[in-house]
């Protein structure tokens, strides 16, 4: 780890500040989680102890509602920690946290965090995945997902456990993409918990980032040590046992640079005993120091799995905005109602605008900019692209500096070219904080830090360390790599200079002949693709998106000011295009060709979208032959439409019975299949070899898709990849129909392993016209188990014999509360066994309201069981299928007579009636008798009455 740059940009919620801050002047940021009790304001406490320092800050405008909320410490609640310290401890974690700060931090009006902030989406997730895609594309991946699939956790909830969730939850590990709000969500919880509002049953809350963590690796020290040096109030506390209710909060695991070894056999239990840094929160996370406090860690995805899944009890997703908050938070920020309805309306216009504003950051930078473009006084084009609202906001910022008056040592477009070198520098290499060594590197001298905040006042922040060194970043990741691309973009107008060079690892051959030749936009923009198509991780994306959508001519234009010359003309553009053209017909990745067409939308071109959309109107796709590049431009379409994808249906895609044309469709549109909540496969000729790419793409999201059908394809011992998919405990999947699917004894016996180990989801499986023999006895074990919510299962034509059916009669008995509502077993030979399927429906716990038994061998006897059975509970059962069984008068009439059962309810009764004259006078019967609830249909008579066949 120590060897390793993980690190992110701060969490940054609208409106918070930003700035380059002097050393001297601490100043409060809902981002920074360093503790600084000498930030305070009165409080209204009964007793306090003076402040330990004299440092002012700019002070809140408080409403007195929000003073009167705090409560005081109960001492009845807290033994053995004194008053007035708890008070004091209380009140430096509310001054620190209460505020955001717009603006430059001595100038600039502070915000009560209560007046603006807006609930956040949070879910329960999946823990361990590492997602190799730029986190633009997760938010894209998210934002197709219905925010009615999970239970939303509330911020002040995180450690309460949902509705049926019984264990205690020690450890919480929250994820989400940079500037989704993560800090802010503990900024809030701090805030609710120090003015008595929340969670009041812990007694102490510390706050301990990892950037401040980083600081200290070298250092040996106590846990009790490492308290009294970022809480000193702690000095007057005995935190030496477990008798106290403490929280711990580490923010910001990405960025964690010490080495935390969870292998290791250093085991502290005494807070006074001291280690390093490293081995005290291994310590603390793993419960062998403090086991009964409470740990929250957050983390951005890509690091969440250095914290061992066995040492977390829940996991959780800040999924940043909703729809509905994304509007809420406008109304807050943007005081005329009016203008902010004309700003919701316009980045709703825009699908990538509309889906980067579930990250809070982006909301703050688009009400930013379009609060001065939508204005009557502004003229201009409105942003529609990224690159144009970012490139906006840019120039508001650099405004800024000239509208203060700050002294200008040096020039605008020196100071963003040394800015844009720091952050291409640190992208390349993945680095999202950084220190002053690296500003050095690029000619920044820290002591102009003040000028270059002035220019980029709210896009560069420095955080002050607690001890030595100062850790600089910029505001969020989007606003790096647009500095960035603005950085290769301005080097190669001004000076003819490719800076991918060090990326390459050019031969000097290679680097001698470009110092010698004129080199075009466009090769700059193809080496920008290639180096981005071979980045594993997808961080170079969104910035090859911002260098794309500089060179058109509204940006020449915007960025007059800081190029020598202008050297952007549309043919040099035509070329880029026609070459990303080419890249998207033969790159594989889904991922990568999607990037590739939001590349082509800040270039302007939507020709290939364009004619897909009209295809996909007009219903004509499945006649079409589509190349390859059109294909990829169908998944753009769908995975960026603002409609959910409900449901996936090949059939839709590909029309005749060509089933080898499916499967090649099938292979080009599986990134918008996972995607699906239903997928409809049925008769696809999909193969072994189709059904393991198929579940390759479902492993990568299992917790979305809720009905799979397979119908008819011969998938065989493939079966057990599908299995793989249901054992996954975030599963969800409640249809999946495997009916004549080559399904044999081996399949079966995995997919029941799967579903004993995951029961709780699944409600509907067909497995009918599959040689499932004796494996059905291990489907009633899955029956058998409590938690099973299965409601449906077909196993016709299945090889059932009557061990089989007796097994699963014997797993509904043995269950009382068992969910099944429908069961056919027809075309099994099953004979004798039916009379324990009728004990089961004499069974008043019984639910079961359809059974089919068609050609099931059924007797006399049999039927004489069941309508015994029937008589006796009549309370569910709706439709019974005995068509095609040899019963003679006596089982005919014993049914026949259950019509005249006044309290039962049988609907719909299918058998046999080979005497037509019976079989009039029982339709005459029923036609006379209004009052009765059985319809008895004979299936092999051409009339409204026969039956819809069921497998």
């Given at each position: 780890m120590e060897d390793k740059q993980t690190s992110r940009d701060e969490d940054f919620y609208p409106g918070c500040s930003s700035v380059h801050k002097k050393r001297s002047e601490p100043e409060s940021s809902c981002v920074s989680m360093r503790s600084d009790a000498s930030m305070h304001h009165p409080l209204k406490f009964r007793s306090i102890l003076p402040p330990r320092s004299a440092v002012t800050k700019p002070v809140c405008k408080k409403n007195d509602q929000s003073m009167n909320k705090q409560q005081d410490f109960d001492e009845s609640r807290h033994p053995g920690v004194r008053h007035e310290v708890l008070n004091m401890f209380r009140s430096n974690l509310m001054k620190k946290f209460e505020c955001l700060y717009e603006g430059i931090s001595k100038q600039g009006n502070p915000t009560l965090l209560n007046e603006i902030y807006t609930e956040l989406y949070i879910t329960e997730s999946e823990s361990g995945e590492i997602s190799n895609e730029h986190e633009v594309r997760q938010i894209e991946r998210q934002s197709r997902r219905a925010e009615t699939e999970d239970t939303p956790i509330k911020c002040s909830d995180i450690f309460r456990p949902l509705p049926g969730q019984d264990k205690p939850i020690r450890t919480v590990l929250t994820k989400g993409v940079a500037g989704i709000g993560k800090t802010v969500s503990v900024q809030k919880f701090i805030l609710d918990w120090a003015e008595g509002k929340e969670n009041q049953d812990v007694q102490l809350i510390f706050p301990l980032p990892f950037r401040e963590l980083n600081l200290m690796k070298d250092k040996t020290l106590s846990l009790s040590d490492l308290l009294h040096v970022f809480f000193p109030e702690t000095k007057e506390m005995e935190i030496s046992s477990d008798k106290y209710k403490v929280l711990f909060i580490f923010d910001g695991l990405d960025e964690c640079r010490l080495s935390l070894d969870f292998q290791s056999d250093v085991r502290l239990c005494d807070v006074t005993e001291s280690a390093s840094v490293d081995v005290l929160l291994m310590n603390l996370i793993v419960g062998n120091l403090l086991p009964s406090a409470l740990i929250w860690i957050t983390s951005r995805p890509a690091a969440a799995d250095l914290v061992p899944s066995e040492c977390v009890h829940r996991v959780t997703e800040v999924r940043g905005f909703s729809e509905p908050q994304k509007e809420e938070y406008f109304r807050k920020r943007i005081s005329d109602q009016s203008?902010?309805?004309?700003?919701?309306?316009?980045?709703?216009?825009?699908?990538?605008?509309?889906?980067?504003?579930?990250?809070?950051?982006?909301?703050?930078?688009?009400?930013?900019?379009?609060?001065?473009?939508?204005?009557?006084?502004?003229?201009?084009?409105?942003?529609?692209?990224?690159?144009?609202?970012?490139?906006?906001?840019?120039?508001?910022?650099?405004?800024?500096?000239?509208?203060?008056?700050?002294?200008?040592?040096?020039?605008?477009?020196?100071?963003?070219?040394?800015?844009?070198?720091?952050?291409f520098q640190q992208l390349v290499k993945g680095n999202l904080i950084f220190y002053e060594e690296d500003l050095r590197e690029c000619g920044i001298d820290v002591t102009e830090a003040l000028v270059y905040s002035g220019l980029c006042t709210q896009i560069f922040r420095e955080e002050l360390g607690l001890y030595q060194g100062k850790v600089f970043c910029f505001v969020h990741l989007s606003i790096q790599e647009h500095l960035a691309a603005l950085y290769v973009h301005l080097s190669f107008i001004n000076n003819n200079k490719i800076v991918f060079d060090p990326i390459t690892k050019q031969s000097l051959w290679s680097k001698v002949k470009d110092w010698f030749r004129h080199v075009s936009l466009s090769e700059l923009h193809q080496r920008a693709v290639n180096e981005a198509l071979q980045s594993k991780n997808g961080h170079l994306d969104l910035f090859l998106q911002f260098l794309l959508g500089l060179s058109v001519e509204s940006h020449q234009i915007l960025l007059q000011g800081l190029m020598k010359q202008t050297r952007s003309r549309s043919d040099i553009n035509a070329e880029t295009i026609e070459f990303i053209k080419k890249k998207i017909s033969t790159i594989d990745s889904p991922e990568k060709s999607i990037n590739l067409f939001h590349c082509l939308n800040e270039l302007g071109d939507l020709s290939l979208v364009e004619e897909i959309q009209q295809y996909l109107k007009s219903g004509r796709i499945k006649e079409a032959k589509l190349s390859s590049s059109q294909w990829s431009a169908v998944v753009f379409v769908l995975l960026t439409s603002e409609e959910k994808l409900d449901e996936f249906d090949l059939r839709k895609f590909v029309g005749g019975n060509n089933k080898v044309e499916k499967l090649k469709v099938l292979q080009k549109l599986l990134p918008v299949m996972k995607e699906s909540r239903s997928v409809q496969l049925s008769d696809c000729g999909v193969t072994d070899e189709g059904c393991a790419a198929l579940t390759s793409a479902l492993r990568s999201n299992p917790s979305h898709l809720r009905e799979l059908d397979l119908t008819g394809n011969k998938i065989g011992k493939s079966v057990n990849l599908l299995s793989d998919v249901l054992q996954d405990p975030h599963c969800k999947l409640q249809i999946l129909r495997l009916s004549d699917c080559g399904v044999t004894e081996e399949g079966c016996a995995a997919l029941t392993s799967a579903l004993r180990s995951n029961p709780s989801h699944l409600r509907d499986l067909h497995l009918s016209k599959n040689k499932l023999g004796k494996s059905v006895n291990l489907l009633s074990d899955v029956l058998q188990d409590p938690h099973c919510k299965l409601e449906i299962l077909r196993l016709s034509y299945c090889g059932v014999t009557e061990e089989g059916c007796a097994a699963l009669a014997s797993a509904l008995r043995s269950n009382p509360s068992s969910h099944l509502r429908e069961l056919n077993l027809s075309e099994n030979k099953i004979g004798k066994s039916v009379n324990l399927l009728s004990a089961v429906l004499q069974d008043p716990h019984c639910k079961l309201e359809i059974l089919r038994l068609k050609d099931c061998g059924v007797t006399d006897e049999g039927c004489a069981a069941l309508a015994s059975a029937l008589r006796s509970n009549p309370s569910d059962l709706r439709e019974l299928d005995l068509s095609e069984n040899k019963l003679g008068q006596s089982g005919k009439k014993l049914l026949s007579d259950l019509k005249n059962d006044p309290h039962y309810k049988l609907e719909t009764l299918y058998f046999i009636l080979p005497d037509l004259m019976l079989l009039a006078t029982l339709f005459h019967t029923c036609s006379e008798a209004t009052d009765s609830n059985i319809n008895f249909r004979d299936p092999k008579i051409p009339s409204r009455c026969c039956p819809v066949q069921h497998n």
């Amino acid at each position: 780890m120590e060897d390793k740059q993980t690190s992110r940009d701060e969490d940054f919620y609208p409106g918070c500040s930003s700035v380059h801050k002097k050393r001297s002047e601490p100043e409060s940021s809902c981002v920074s989680m360093r503790s600084d009790a000498s930030m305070h304001h009165p409080l209204k406490f009964r007793s306090i102890l003076p402040p330990r320092s004299a440092v002012t800050k700019p002070v809140c405008k408080k409403n007195d509602q929000s003073m009167n909320k705090q409560q005081d410490f109960d001492e009845s609640r807290h033994p053995g920690v004194r008053h007035e310290v708890l008070n004091m401890f209380r009140s430096n974690l509310m001054k620190k946290f209460e505020c955001l700060y717009e603006g430059i931090s001595k100038q600039g009006n502070p915000t009560l965090l209560n007046e603006i902030y807006t609930e956040l989406y949070i879910t329960e997730s999946e823990s361990g995945e590492i997602s190799n895609e730029h986190e633009v594309r997760q938010i894209e991946r998210q934002s197709r997902r219905a925010e009615t699939e999970d239970t939303p956790i509330k911020c002040s909830d995180i450690f309460r456990p949902l509705p049926g969730q019984d264990k205690p939850i020690r450890t919480v590990l929250t994820k989400g993409v940079a500037g989704i709000g993560k800090t802010v969500s503990v900024q809030k919880f701090i805030l609710d918990w120090a003015e008595g509002k929340e969670n009041q049953d812990v007694q102490l809350i510390f706050p301990l980032p990892f950037r401040e963590l980083n600081l200290m690796k070298d250092k040996t020290l106590s846990l009790s040590d490492l308290l009294h040096v970022f809480f000193p109030e702690t000095k007057e506390m005995e935190i030496s046992s477990d008798k106290y209710k403490v929280l711990f909060i580490f923010d910001g695991l990405d960025e964690c640079r010490l080495s935390l070894d969870f292998q290791s056999d250093v085991r502290l239990c005494d807070v006074t005993e001291s280690a390093s840094v490293d081995v005290l929160l291994m310590n603390l996370i793993v419960g062998n120091l403090l086991p009964s406090a409470l740990i929250w860690i957050t983390s951005r995805p890509a690091a969440a799995d250095l914290v061992p899944s066995e040492c977390v009890h829940r996991v959780t997703e800040v999924r940043g905005f909703s729809e509905p908050q994304k509007e809420e938070y406008f109304r807050k920020r943007i005081s005329d109602q009016s203008l902010a309805n004309k700003i919701i309306s316009h980045l709703k216009s825009s699908r990538s605008l509309s889906i980067m504003c579930h990250i809070p950051v982006f909301c703050w930078i688009s009400a930013t900019v379009l609060e001065k473009k939508l204005s009557e006084a502004e003229r201009g084009e409105i942003p529609k692209t990224l690159t144009q609202m970012y490139t906006h906001f840019l120039i508001i910022q650099t405004n800024i500096k000239h509208d203060k008056d700050y002294e200008k040592n040096v020039k605008d477009e020196d100071m963003i070219l040394k800015l844009g070198k720091v952050a291409f520098q640190q992208l390349v290499k993945g680095n999202l904080i950084f220190y002053e060594e690296d500003l050095r590197e690029c000619g920044i001298d820290v002591t102009e830090a003040l000028v270059y905040s002035g220019l980029c006042t709210q896009i560069f922040r420095e955080e002050l360390g607690l001890y030595q060194g100062k850790v600089f970043c910029f505001v969020h990741l989007s606003i790096q790599e647009h500095l960035a691309a603005l950085y290769v973009h301005l080097s190669f107008i001004n000076n003819n200079k490719i800076v991918f060079d060090p990326i390459t690892k050019q031969s000097l051959w290679s680097k001698v002949k470009d110092w010698f030749r004129h080199v075009s936009l466009s090769e700059l923009h193809q080496r920008a693709v290639n180096e981005a198509l071979q980045s594993k991780n997808g961080h170079l994306d969104l910035f090859l998106q911002f260098l794309l959508g500089l060179s058109v001519e509204s940006h020449q234009i915007l960025l007059q000011g800081l190029m020598k010359q202008t050297r952007s003309r549309s043919d040099i553009n035509a070329e880029t295009i026609e070459f990303i053209k080419k890249k998207i017909s033969t790159i594989d990745s889904p991922e990568k060709s999607i990037n590739l067409f939001h590349c082509l939308n800040e270039l302007g071109d939507l020709s290939l979208v364009e004619e897909i959309q009209q295809y996909l109107k007009s219903g004509r796709i499945k006649e079409a032959k589509l190349s390859s590049s059109q294909w990829s431009a169908v998944v753009f379409v769908l995975l960026t439409s603002e409609e959910k994808l409900d449901e996936f249906d090949l059939r839709k895609f590909v029309g005749g019975n060509n089933k080898v044309e499916k499967l090649k469709v099938l292979q080009k549109l599986l990134p918008v299949m996972k995607e699906s909540r239903s997928v409809q496969l049925s008769d696809c000729g999909v193969t072994d070899e189709g059904c393991a790419a198929l579940t390759s793409a479902l492993r990568s999201n299992p917790s979305h898709l809720r009905e799979l059908d397979l119908t008819g394809n011969k998938i065989g011992k493939s079966v057990n990849l599908l299995s793989d998919v249901l054992q996954d405990p975030h599963c969800k999947l409640q249809i999946l129909r495997l009916s004549d699917c080559g399904v044999t004894e081996e399949g079966c016996a995995a997919l029941t392993s799967a579903l004993r180990s995951n029961p709780s989801h699944l409600r509907d499986l067909h497995l009918s016209k599959n040689k499932l023999g004796k494996s059905v006895n291990l489907l009633s074990d899955v029956l058998q188990d409590p938690h099973c919510k299965l409601e449906i299962l077909r196993l016709s034509y299945c090889g059932v014999t009557e061990e089989g059916c007796a097994a699963l009669a014997s797993a509904l008995r043995s269950n009382p509360s068992s969910h099944l509502r429908e069961l056919n077993l027809s075309e099994n030979k099953i004979g004798k066994s039916v009379n324990l399927l009728s004990a089961v429906l004499q069974d008043p716990h019984c639910k079961l309201e359809i059974l089919r038994l068609k050609d099931c061998g059924v007797t006399d006897e049999g039927c004489a069981a069941l309508a015994s059975a029937l008589r006796s509970n009549p309370s569910d059962l709706r439709e019974l299928d005995l068509s095609e069984n040899k019963l003679g008068q006596s089982g005919k009439k014993l049914l026949s007579d259950l019509k005249n059962d006044p309290h039962y309810k049988l609907e719909t009764l299918y058998f046999i009636l080979p005497d037509l004259m019976l079989l009039a006078t029982l339709f005459h019967t029923c036609s006379e008798a209004t009052d009765s609830n059985i319809n008895f249909r004979d299936p092999k008579i051409p009339s409204r009455c026969c039956p819809v066949q069921h497998n």
